[in-house]
């Protein structure tokens, strides 16, 4: 007999269970799914987009970053940031725009011009809903040259003689306390340089003809130079090396096998001495004809015909007793050496023959280049002529004024030079930041990309070297005067120091270099000068030798 009592109760329990059940999976809440990512969107710096990477920026720009969702007011502080390259923080203001989509940053005080700025922005910007950006933004900005004056404007003739004043300190300031000779760079120590040394020697010469020091100080000092150089220097077959211990006279090695003579810079140091003995033509100081006999017998000693490497009909750049012809770099054209051939064709005891210029410098007529750059017939050299230090070196005494031989007519050759170089810059092919016709000139010069390098317009990495456009002011005058000016007057805060012009700085990658070098700040000084008064190349032309040395290797023009 069925309980109907028993039954019921069991029902209820059964429908009470299913109903927990039930309530239990209806209440659970469902999985929470994360806010949605979004994405950057565009990019305006002043109102205009070009991509990440902007130069020529004003000191106080407007950023415009857009983005497709609201952003998130709170967020924005520690996910943007602007500073410098060298990650110094710059404050900055905020506001937004199209319903908080879009940021516009700018800074809370003017940017220092000619500095490179990075606004980043990283994936900690949060959307309202409080989404991640998707990918971090990094905007690469470089402020725009200041153009205000940096110093009062003077007349040209004052300016040069500034430069040329600021520039001798280099030279004789800052000389080496012991033998006189010109440091290789402002941080040299006692390693002092023979090339920059002999340009050195010019410079003091150009100093005293312009009453910057007096005849009498630029005397006494070229005399302990050329002591220190008789008494204590190490020579090779007469060749000095191409660097020297300033204190000792010791070589101190260029490289691990160039611990010899190179005569190369032996001929940069004789071009300054020959100038030196001419200008010192005293017949009754003894001090002035003692100079001279010493700088005779350093100039005599000097074994050309050892540096044909076993009578061979082209020079050797270097020889070391430990290492022998191990380096085994020929002189040959086109490049700064010319000086080399004349000066070894020109020696009293050790001439080199004409053939040895001609098939060895001038690989019989192979130096010639003959094409068209910019409108530009460039007789000799490499394309688009090479760094412009080709044109100065050897020119620093050599006059080029109608000179010519069987290969080219020389002052066409280094105005064409020069002119290619200013015309390349120009143009500026690459589009870098800040060349223009005030702001141009490339040659081997330090640069904070590489170190060190030969600029060219075959070889340009943005760098300017203010000696190039300044050193060429006799084959190009007004585009180099545009360049000195435009040097001191706008970029002098940065670029002008304690000895005139630092060696390079670079407007694209921003930097001013703090060194400077003999080598560069030497043709400075001369060719100014001998744009001014033709000084040095009166001295180096006048010494009976050079025309003898001229001559015989078949050149021709006024004097010869």
Not at 317 to 338: C, F, M, Q, R
Not at 393 to 418: E, K, R, V
């Amino acid at each position: 007999m069925k309980q109907p009592g028993l039954f019921f109760t069991v029902t209820i329990f059964l429908l009470l269970a299913a109903c927990k059940k039930s309530g239990n999976a209806t209440t659970t809440p469902p999985p929470t799914e994360p806010p949605a990512s979004f994405s950057f969107n565009s990019l305006k710096v002043n109102g205009a987009y070009k991509g990440l990477t902007y130069y020529g920026v004003n000191p106080s720009p407007v950023l415009q970053l857009s983005f497709l969702a609201p952003i998130d007011h709170a967020s924005v502080n520690t996910a943007v940031t602007l500073k410098t390259s060298a990650g110094v923080g710059v404050t900055y203001t905020t506001s937004y725009a199209n319903s908080d989509s879009t940021i516009i940053i700018q800074p809370a005080s003017p940017l220092q011009a000619i500095t490179k700025y990075v606004l980043g922005v990283t994936t900690a910007l949060q959307s309202k809903s409080k989404g991640s950006l998707q990918s971090p933004i990094t905007v690469s900005l470089t402020t725009a040259i200041d153009s205000a004056d940096k110093f009062p404007r003077i007349s040209d003739d004052a300016l040069l003689d500034k430069v040329q004043a600021q520039t001798l300190k280099y030279f004789y300031d800052f000389g080496h306390p012991v033998s006189g000779l010109a440091r290789e760079r402002t941080s040299s120590g006692d390693l002092v340089t023979s090339g920059g040394s002999g340009f050195g020697i010019m410079a003091m010469l150009a100093a005293a003809q312009r009453n910057f020091i007096t005849r009498t100080q630029a005397l006494n000092r070229i005399d302990t130079i050329v002591t220190f150089l008789t008494d204590k220097t190490t020579r090779y077959h007469g060749a000095f090396s191409h660097w020297i211990n300033g204190a000792t006279g010791a070589t101190i090695p260029f490289g691990t096998q160039d611990n010899g003579g190179d005569i190369v810079e032996t001929a940069y140091m004789l071009q300054g001495l020959l100038c030196a003995r001419q200008y010192f033509n005293s017949t009754t100081d003894a001090k002035e004809i003692s100079l001279r006999g010493r700088i005779n017998d350093i100039w005599n000693a000097v074994d050309w015909t050892w540096y044909r490497k076993d009578g061979r009909n082209i020079l050797y750049w270097n020889w070391s007793p430990d290492y022998n012809w191990a380096i085994n770099t020929p002189v040959k054209g086109w490049n700064e050496a010319l000086i080399t051939y004349v000066l070894a064709a020109s020696s009293a005891n050790y001439a080199i023959p004409k053939t040895t210029y001609d098939s060895g410098w001038a690989a019989n007529g192979a130096i010639r280049n003959g094409s068209t750059y910019y409108g530009t017939v460039l007789p000799l050299g490499p394309g688009f002529g090479g760094p412009l230090f080709f044109a100065h070196y050897s020119f620093l005494g050599i006059d080029p004024h109608g000179l010519s031989d069987a290969y080219a007519n020389y002052w066409t050759q280094d105005t064409a030079h020069a002119r290619i170089n200013y015309n390349y810059c120009v143009a500026n092919p690459q589009g870098f930041y800040g060349y223009s016709a005030q702001c141009w000139g490339l040659t081997a010069s330090d640069d904070n990309i590489s170190g060190y390098a030969a600029h060219s317009p075959t070889n340009d990495l943005g760098i300017i070297a203010p000696t190039a456009a300044i050193s060429s002011l006799p084959f190009t005058p007004t585009e180099s005067l545009n360049a000195l000016r435009f040097f001191y007057y706008t970029l002098g805060d940065k670029a002008w120091g304690q000895y005139g012009f630092v060696d390079a700085f670079n407007l694209v990658n921003p930097w001013f270099d703090t060194d400077c070098l003999a080598i560069d700040q030497g043709p400075e000084m001369v060719m100014i000068e001998n744009y001014r008064s033709g000084l040095l190349w009166h001295l180096f032309m006048s010494c009976p030798e050079v025309q003898t040395g001229l001559k015989k290797l078949g050149f021709q023009g006024p004097g010869l």
